[in-house]
């Protein structure tokens, strides 16, 4: 760990067993927003995140936290059960958690705590969540889902502040998720793409328009956080991260680090110290048993997440040696229907992509417009003149059975070292260490969807694959 130290000079407040008192526990979730796209994170200044700079310096940034799905219902399962996908049953969009698998309302409720959900829901089948009081806070609009209201937030804390209860408050935005159809004052020409994109106009004016909406939910964020510093007073644990990487290539649905490491920041007056830094890795099933622990519990040892408390209280430099994580499908149809899964560790990811005879398909390519389509085909048209941009299209769409990046040296994954010599031992442990981790939890891979296989498509599709 990089670390100016997490720990405050209070003494009382070292151990989460010596707490004065309960601490409220808040939590913003974005939808969609990856960790390259904030200064507090990549170094870009062109996206503009104020508020996340402002909690940034009030609290510690989190460098190294991964969702465990790049999709949204089985990232907010790991989140809310504290279990990785195959455990707890949401594999997939439109794939709940078993029936009766216990969530997160339902142990803090029983540790004493009101638990509150506001905005973006998800969260599925509803009986594993009947322990949660769900505020209306939700505007209608032209958005896939309704946007989150944030006067509800300050009104229902301004109503229930002196209760005499500890709160724990789930806030849901939905931006950056597209439509990304707000107003853009971003400058095309001046947005930075990352490099594993082609560089094209309409590219660049979609981005400026997924920038509005990353500004928007900033300031979503910032009002949040000012209502709870306003109404709940300082011991308040106030953390805010996303659910999934961004919905762009090799992002959202994909295993790589733009798909499942997020933001996080978390502010905790008196307990965090300003400013300070965490290299240590992060799962999210280990909010869940982190919340507890500093709410007076205790996990049941059942959970695959494990408690970063100390990495809170006592600016424990280490939490996790690797990160699981898994996508399969939505299922509900013939788009991201791919199944992978991976190992990630402070200096390596590895990739098994369990069906590479399929083609990778996903809303981008074949979803409507506000999906992707209206860059998407700009980049086709580019492959068809340009090898350089016909790489990536065939990148995206074709993978190999196995891929292994030097993350340290390599953050966007760029270059597969799978089949070198050099990492041969690498690759024998990481393929150990998956068929054991796979087994541990009943995953066998099975593909649902429609799959595609390669080559079945369209005349453009064959027109990539045979450049």
């Known amino acids: 760990m990089t670390r100016?130290?997490?720990?405050?000079?209070?003494?009382?407040?070292?151990?989460?067993?010596?707490?004065?008192?309960?601490?409220?526990?808040?939590?913003f979730l974005a939808d969609d927003h990856g960790c390259h796209d904030s200064v507090v994170y990549s170094g870009v200044r062109d996206v503009r995140t104020p508020n996340l700079e402002r909690l940034a310096g009030a609290g510690a940034v989190f460098r190294n936290t991964f969702s465990g799905a790049a999709i949204c219902q089985p990232s907010r399962a790991i989140l809310s059960s504290g279990l990785c996908s195959h455990r707890n049953g949401c594999i997939a969009n439109g794939r709940t958690m078993t029936p009766g698998i216990k969530t997160l309302p339902t142990y803090l409720k029983e540790l004493g705590y009101r638990?509150?959900?506001?905005?973006?829901?998800?969260?599925?089948?509803?009986?594993?969540?009947?322990?949660?009081?769900?505020?209306?806070?939700?505007?209608?609009?032209?958005?896939?889902?309704?946007?989150?209201?944030?006067?509800a937030v300050d009104n229902w804390l301004g109503l229930h502040k002196d209760d005499g209860?500890?709160?724990?408050?789930?806030?849901?935005?939905?931006?950056?998720?597209?439509?990304?159809?707000?107003?853009?004052?971003?400058?095309?020409?001046?947005?930075?793409?990352?490099?594993?994109?082609?560089?094209t106009p309409e590219t660049r004016e979609v981005r400026t328009r997924y920038y509005a909406d990353v500004t928007k939910m900033d300031h979503q964020l910032g009002e949040v956080y000012d209502a709870v510093r306003r109404h709940l007073g300082g011991n308040t644990l106030f953390m805010t991260t996303s659910d999934n990487g961004a919905q762009w290539?090799?992002?959202?649905?994909?295993?790589?680090?733009?798909?499942?490491r997020l933001p996080m920041v978390a502010v905790w007056p008196g307990v965090i110290q300003p400013g300070s830094r965490s290299d240590a890795m992060l799962h999210f099933s280990d909010l869940l048993p982190t919340w507890m622990e500093l709410a007076g519990g205790k996990a049941p040892s059942s959970l695959d997440g494990r408690s970063f408390a100390p990495v809170l209280l006592k600016g424990a430099g280490k939490h996790r040696d690797e990160i699981f994580a898994s996508h399969t499908a939505d299922d509900n149809g013939h788009m991201n229907c791919y199944p992978m899964r991976a190992l990630r560790t402070a200096r390596y990811k590895y990739i098994r992509n369990l069906r590479p005879d399929l083609a990778y398909r996903t809303h981008i390519d074949r979803g409507v417009g506000r999906d992707g389509r209206q860059y998407w085909d700009a980049w086709r048209r580019m492959a068809a003149r340009s090898a350089e941009a016909a790489t990536v299209v065939r990148r995206y769409h074709q993978r190999p059975a196995e891929e292994l990046y030097d993350v340290s040296a390599d953050p966007h994954e760029l270059k597969n070292l799978a089949g070198e010599k050099a990492v041969a031992g690498v690759m024998a442990g990481f393929r150990k260490r998956m068929d054991r981790v796979m087994g541990n939890m009943n995953?066998?891979?099975?593909?649902?969807?429609?799959?595609?296989?390669?080559?079945q498509g369209d005349e453009k599709d064959l027109l990539v694959f045979s450049t």
């Not at 100016?4 to 989460?16: C, E, H, S, T």
């Not at 949660?132 to 006067?151: F, Q, R, Y």
């Not at 290539?249 to 499942?260: S, V």
């Not at 066998?444 to 595609?452: C, D």
């Open 4 to 27: 100016r130290g997490l720990l405050a000079a209070a003494p009382g407040l070292v151990r989460a067993g010596s707490l004065r008192s309960k601490p409220h526990l808040v939590l």
């Open 115 to 151: 638990v509150a959900h506001f905005g973006k829901g998800h969260y599925i089948p509803p009986e594993n969540y009947r322990d949660w009081e769900a505020v209306k806070s939700e505007i209608p609009g032209a958005n896939l889902t309704a946007d989150l209201d944030t006067k």
């Open 165 to 199: 209860q500890p709160l724990c408050l789930m806030v849901n935005c939905h931006s950056p998720h597209v439509a990304w159809d707000q107003p853009s004052d971003y400058d095309p020409a001046k947005v930075t793409l990352p490099p594993s994109f082609i560089d």
């Open 249 to 260: 290539p090799f992002g959202k649905w994909n295993l790589y680090d733009a798909g499942i």
């Open 443 to 455: 995953d066998r891979g099975e593909v649902f969807g429609v799959p595609r296989p390669l080559g």
